[in-house]
């Protein structure tokens, strides 16, 4: 219907075969994109391969395409490393059945902030824990040198298996080592397999074709430990108590409830793809996160200790910080939005496709075509965010209180029908974990590290990892 208007402008310089591949920066594709976006516009065609991916930058155009006609892009481009080694789950699938589904996954998400076992009763237990973990480091000295994104994986990955599984791991315990190895594992692998998604045929290559190979045994592996895992509560029928809130636990007792004639949603091995997507979607991300805001922390000193007396002037040394006294402490919610709008780890959010033939910006958008949302542009907007490569938390507060319009231009988690699901879980888990460790320790530079700032993209955009010195504060401090 739209046939006589052209599709996006695209950059100059695109090859057979590879497509525009070839001009882009290889660990920092998103400024190579950046550069474009602001040459072009913010609505341009740039070719993966022989695939034409269009790429929508910045507020005004996100909003149009992802909220205005937010269920026409909320489709998913098949992604053939993931479809063929680990099958589709909710992640990779679109549609109404699969909407259907997203909608169940987000009560049992919801069910979770409430009630006994709730997430932040998770988090107020695990950073307990933490916090042992860190004064056995520090043994008689009031400081110690620790690779602290490490250690706040714990909490973040007990959190995720409580919630995914009900179940935690002491730390430094064989179990939660192997977890650990798993997902690492799988991160590698998905690293050195990602060009597969565009170039498939490169899985032919010798030598295991980029990892093609590799990763398929992992798929196995790793989601042979899930089927194990629902074998087992299938046999002692724990599943059936309804006490237990844990999402596999729930959505077994929806799948004997519901599979008949729904099979393509509530089967177990549906539900074997749903745990893996949740631990890949939720450990790394927020583990990255944590590690942009300590690394910020230690070259924005007077960032800590604003975050720190806000804190305590809020809050006497009894109480716990809590997510719902977090309008007492607007600084800390502020920083923890200024780090995840700098560090922006998913500059490209996930791939989108829209389903039917649209325009944007007066260009044809051809049904089916494969869509980045712009993250690391639109959280870079200098007429959004003034200034906006500097780290001020402050453009985040109005006076004394957050800026919710401020807020909602900057979205590390995306928008629309597909926008993160763990969007809440993540932003209670950084604003207590780092509120309780700025109120015992400050964060200094262990002598010796190198330091950086400097962004580099594998899977996400995340930081090298650094020993930190943690030193405990003096109580009047
Ligand atoms: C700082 C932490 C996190 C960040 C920055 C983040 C960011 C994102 C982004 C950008 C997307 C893609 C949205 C889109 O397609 O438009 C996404 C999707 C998703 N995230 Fe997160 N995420 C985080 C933590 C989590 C956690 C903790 C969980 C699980 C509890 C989670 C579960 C998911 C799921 C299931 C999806 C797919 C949603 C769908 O396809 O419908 N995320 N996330």
Redesign the pocket.
């Known amino acids: 219907k739209n046939g006589k208007l052209q599709m996006p402008p695209s950059p100059r310089g695109q090859l057979p075969i590879l497509g525009h591949l070839w001009r882009f920066d290889p660990t920092r594709p998103f400024r190579t994109i950046d550069k474009w976006a602001k040459e072009l516009g913010d609505v341009i065609t740039v070719y993966f391969g022989s695939t034409p991916v269009i790429v929508l930058s910045r507020q005004r155009v996100i909003r149009e395409a992802f909220l205005k006609e937010g269920e026409n892009f909320s489709g998913r481009p098949s992604l053939f490393v993931h479809e063929s080694c680990w099958g589709k789950g ?2 990779i699938s679109d549609g109404p059945r699969n909407s259907l589904l ?1 909608r169940h996954l987000l009560a049992i ?1 919801r069910s979770k902030c409430r009630g006994v076992d709730s997430i932040q009763e998770l988090v107020t237990v695990e950073i307990k824990r933490m916090h042992e973990y860190i004064e056995k480091q520090m043994g008689k000295n009031d400081y110690a040198d620790i690779f602290l994104e490490d250690t706040v994986f714990y909490v973040v990955g007990n959190v ?1 298996t409580q ?1 995914v599984l009900g179940r935690r791991h002491e730390h430094g315990s064989i179990e939660f080592r192997e977890s650990a190895r798993w997902l690492d594992e799988t991160t590698r692998l998905m690293e050195k397999s990602s060009a597969l998604t565009f170039l498939p045929w490169l899985r032919h290559l010798p030598g295991g074709g980029l990892g093609y190979a590799e990763m398929k045994t992992q798929a196995k592996r790793v989601q042979d430990l899930m089927r194990e895992d629902i074998h087992d509560r299938r046999r002692s029928g724990e599943y059936k108590d309804p006490s237990r809130t844990d999402l596999t636990s729930v959505f077994m007792r929806k799948i004997d409830e519901e599979m008949v004639g729904n099979e393509d949603l509530f089967s177990d091995e549906m539900l074997v793809r749903l745990m893996t ?2 631990f890949f ?2 450990i790394q ?2 583990c990255n ?1 944590f590690g942009w805001a300590f690394l910020y922390f230690l070259f924005y000193p007077e960032v800590q200790r604003e975050c720190r007396q806000q804190i305590l002037e809020a809050l006497d040394s009894s109480e716990e910080i809590l997510w719902n006294e977090k309008d007492r402490i607007p600084y800390l919610e502020a920083t923890v939005a200024e780090v ?1 709008r700098l560090a922006n ?2 500059p490209f ?2 791939p ?1 496709k829209n389903h039917e033939e649209t325009t944007l910006d007066g260009y044809r958008i051809p049904a089916g075509s494969l869509i980045f ?1 712009n993250l690391y542009t639109t959280l870079l907007d200098d007429h959004v965010f003034e200034n906006a490569k500097e780290f001020r938390p402050e453009r985040f507060l109005n006076g004394l209180r957050l800026d919710r319009a401020r807020m909602a231009a900057s979205m ?3 928008i ?1 029908p ?6 809440s ?2 932003r209670l888990e ?1 604003f207590c974990v780092i509120g309780s460790l700025l109120r015992t320790y400050s964060f200094e530079q262990t002598p010796g590290e190198k330091y950086s700032l400097d962004q580099k993209m594998e899977l996400t955009i995340h930081p090298s990892k650094y020993r930190i010195r943690v030193r405990k504060l003096a109580r009047t401090d």
């Open positions: 909710h992640v997203r998400l995720l919630l997507e949740m979607a939720g991300t927020e996160t995840q780890i998913a959010s996930m989108h949302m590390p988690y995306g629309g597909r926008m993160c699901m763990g969007e879980i993540a950084l």
